[in-house]
């Protein structure tokens, strides 16, 4: 159980278009999801919290019109990276959390700008 | 702030016993954890204790928590080439929508045979 997939698991793109990287809890409801920005031999760094049906909060220094997160239902979250840069290239993960505050962690997603 | 650190690298040898050591400040987390990462992959829970809890043992994991030194560890037993992997201490930390999680730059665990 508690199962989170990520979608997709790579993707390039060009400089100057969006990107758009779909989480989902598979077998449970998440009433809270999370993003993540992960640098190489790094950290996680908490992007952005988001609860089903209301706007995410934002870390302090996230831009929130650059990584629009959406959280439409129980069991899916989107972040859309918009208009991509190279320094945008990172890896993202994601996680979900239902009625315990345990979260679970969907495998991530490599972007690269290029 | 928060802050939650480890030691970067480890190295044993297999079969041997592997502790790794992290260190929270955030006396109000409930839950503390230790997740695992291989390369390229996302996280993995592997345990987690409660605040109130001193020790939690899970087949060969097990997790010591010093809540006056707030010093938590991990203690993998029999160690084998397959944990080698990058491990994440984490506490939880409470904001305004939910509870997010503090991790720790991670420990690099290397197992040779």
């Known amino acids: 159980g508690a199962v989170v997939s990520q979608h997709p698991s790579w993707v390039i793109c060009k400089s100057g278009t969006s990107v758009k990287i779909e989480c989902r809890s598979l077998?449970?409801?998440?009433?809270?999801m999370f993003w993540y920005r992960q640098f190489p031999k790094q950290s996680l760094m908490l992007m952005a919290t988001?609860?089903?049906?209301?706007?995410?909060?934002?870390e302090q220094g996230v831009e929130k019109d650059k990584f629009l997160i959406n959280h439409a239902s129980l069991t899916l979250s989107t972040l859309t990276v918009t208009s991509a840069h190279p320094e945008d290239s990172s890896f993202y993960i994601c996680?979900?959390?239902?009625?315990?505050?345990?979260?679970?962690f969907g495998p991530g997603t490599r972007l690269t700008v290029l | 702030g928060e802050d939650v650190e480890q030691s970067l690298f480890l190295s044993v040898r297999e079969g041997d016993s592997s502790v790794i050591n992290c260190t929270y400040t955030d006396s109000s987390s409930t839950y503390l954890y230790w997740y695992k990462q291989e390369p390229g992959a996302g996280l993995q829970l592997l345990t987690y204790i409660f605040s109130n809890m001193d020790m939690k043992q899970d087949q060969r994991l097990t997790v010591l928590l010093n809540k006056k030194d707030k010093h938590l560890s991990l203690r993998i037993a029999d160690t084998q080439t397959g944990d080698s992997a990058i491990y994440f201490c984490a506490e939880s930390s409470s904001n305004q929508a939910g509870t997010a999680l503090i991790f720790g730059k991670g420990t690099t665990l290397s197992v040779s045979s």
């Open positions: 996680s979900a959390s239902g009625l315990t505050d345990t979260q679970y």
């Open positions: 988001s609860n089903e049906g209301s706007k995410a909060t934002y």
């Open positions: 077998d449970f409801q998440a009433t809270t």
